[in-house]
């Protein structure tokens, strides 16, 4: 099938080499020609295991293709994919401009039938709003149909090639019929295609995600009541996620959740009910637990040195908001940050694959580290923000002999408390008793 993905960000770029991978034509637009050349070699402008192999196989055998011409792009495709960014606006609402723009150029591209697909996230009634953009640009016949990616950076490759599921949602049957032909490829396993109207799959997309960190906020917030109890929310967690009727997934207690999608996503949520006069209460709480969740070793920090930490050298280990991605968007990274540097703290900070993101947030104001151990030198204490498999072995007489003071402030509870105490260190972590 021959497809046209419209925008070279996270998702339109796996969403269009997993779809040449399987055999489709498809030509990926973006209006950044500098991106566009970084493409053609392979080159992606963000860390995901296996796409930039992915992308450059792909583009080597002709099956992908970069341009800047959304018009040639939407004449040569059957159908045509929206992948702009929805960023949230100031009062949470999401931004659609570019979904809006995108719509209207193709509209006005079209020269027959067409299936224009909706995979920016987007508030439930925009797909009808892009049709009727659409209708109003264009005499030719068209389907318009959502279809949210469910993908997780660090596995994205895997979320798309092998899914739990895939969601349609279309006004037609032909059009269902068209994207469970396209989709089948990674369906052999017996993963279903859901075919929804269009406002349900739309909803479905802000449910999974709004359900995904109200467990992950919601466990936080048992940490928190754990460690002022006397219990240890480890073995609690252990004996929860044993229930079936809860599992184990997103029950790991830490500094809350960042990125591209929980946060934005519940606001927009949040911001849609409003629109239809329903106060979403639990939702608005989520984001409220995880915003203090992301602050909470600075009272530790701070108890710790007294009170003050003026002039204090605090290590850094990870800044993407999780493993797997250099991501850093609403990274909990950022708040321990900037708070420790208003406090007047100096911060040598390291992250296997968000070196270069963080130079372009952060400028000159902390000391990147070539390595793990380098941030360590000289420091009075010790941050562990991301839990990248790489620190979670680490030469702990090293890491004394570096340090100016052996304390480690642990965000993700990666270390066994007895061990690291055995091993000489102050070990501070989250949901366990006295918090350390």
């Not at 928190?224 to 219990?231: D, H, L, P, S």
Request: net charge negative.
């Amino acid at each position: 099938m021959r497809l046209a993905i419209v925008g070279c960000g996270y998702v339109g770029l796996v969403t269009a080499a997993c779809f040449a991978e399987s055999g489709n034509d498809v030509i990926c637009v973006d209006i950044d020609q500098a991106k566009l050349a970084r493409l053609e070699k392979g080159e992606v402008p963000f860390f995901e295991p296996g796409l930039g192999e992915m992308v450059l196989r792909n583009f080597q055998e002709q099956r992908l293709v970069f341009s800047s011409d959304i018009e040639h792009a939407v004449r040569e495709s059957a159908v045509i994919f929206i992948a702009v960014g929805t960023p949230p606006g100031p009062n949470g609402k999401a931004d659609l401009g570019a979904v809006f723009s995108v719509a209207r150029g193709i509209a006005c591209a079209m020269n027959g039938h067409k299936v224009i697909v909706t995979k920016s996230t987007v508030p439930v009634g925009t797909t009808d709003q892009v049709s009727k953009l659409i209708a109003e640009n264009t005499s030719h016949p068209f389907d318009v149909v959502n279809n949210p990616e469910f993908l997780k950076e660090g596995s994205a490759l895997d979320d798309f090639l092998k899914p739990d599921r895939v969601v349609v949602g279309v006004h037609s049957e032909s059009a269902g019929k068209l994207m469970a032909d396209l989709y089948s490829p990674f369906l052999r396993t017996g993963s279903p295609i859901m075919i929804l109207d269009v406002r349900s799959s739309e909803m479905t997309k802000y449910v999974s995600n709004a359900m995904l960190a109200t467990r992950i906020s919601m466990m936080n917030e048992m940490a928190n009541i754990c460690e002022r109890v006397g219990a240890d929310v480890q073995k609690v967690r252990l004996a929860v996620g044993a229930d079936k009727r809860i599992g184990s997934a997103f029950l790991f207690p830490g500094l809350g959740f960042g990125g591209s999608c929980f946060p934005k996503d519940l606001d927009a949520l949040c911001h849609t009910a409003a629109e239809y006069g329903y106060e979403a209460v639990i939702s608005t709480a989520v984001n409220e637990v995880n915003a203090r969740q992301k602050a909470i070793l600075i009272p530790r920090i701070l108890k710790h040195f007294g009170g003050r930490i003026e002039g204090k050298t605090f290590a850094i280990w990870g800044l993407a908001f999780k493993p797997r991605t250099d991501d850093m968007r609403e990274a909990p990274s950022l708040v321990i940050i900037e708070k420790l540097l208003e406090l007047g703290a100096h911060i040598q900070a390291y992250d296997p694959e968000a070196q270069v993101t963080a130079r372009n947030v952060l400028g000159n104001r902390v000391q990147l580290c070539e390595k793990n151990y380098d941030a360590l030198d000289g420091a009075d204490g010790l941050i562990i923000v991301t839990e990248w498999n790489a620190f979670r072995n680490p030469d702990f007489n090293r890491m004394k002999l570096l340090m100016k003071s052996p304390v480690i402030f642990d965000g993700r509870d990666i270390y066994e408390p007895e061990r690291v105490r055995a091993e000489g260190f102050t070990y501070y972590c989250i949901g366990r008793p006295d918090g350390k």
